[in-house]
């Protein structure tokens, strides 16, 4: 095995140190993108529960669920 140089070693170094850097700069970037989703998916969980609640209200006020053409012709 050939024997390193101080050259090859502060190569070596500079090289782990970029990778280091690179790496770290694409956590702080997927963490970003991790907060956007799962803000993301409060929202839509937020949305769901909505319509949840009016489809809830929607059968409370018209009773119990009825086939789709009587649906309809009530809404008429």
């Known amino acids: 095995m050939p024997r ?3 050259t ?3 190569d070596r170094l500079r090289d782990l140190t970029e990778a280091r850097d690179a790496a770290t ?5 997927l963490d970003g993108e ?3 989703l799962l803000d993301q998916v409060r929202q ?4 769901v529960r909505y319509y ?3 489809l809830a209200k ?3 006020d018209w009773g119990a ?3 789709l053409p009587e649906f309809v012709r009530k809404l008429g």
């Not at 700069?25 to 970037?29: G, I, S, T, V």
């Open 34 to 36: 991790e907060e956007y």
């Open 52 to 54: 949840e609640g009016l």
């Open 8 to 10: 090859s070693l502060h």
């Open 65 to 67: 669920p009825e086939r």
């Open 58 to 60: 929607l059968r409370r």
């Open 44 to 47: 839509a969980l937020e949305q």
């Open 25 to 29: 700069a694409e956590m702080a970037h």
């Open 4 to 6: 390193r140089t101080v």
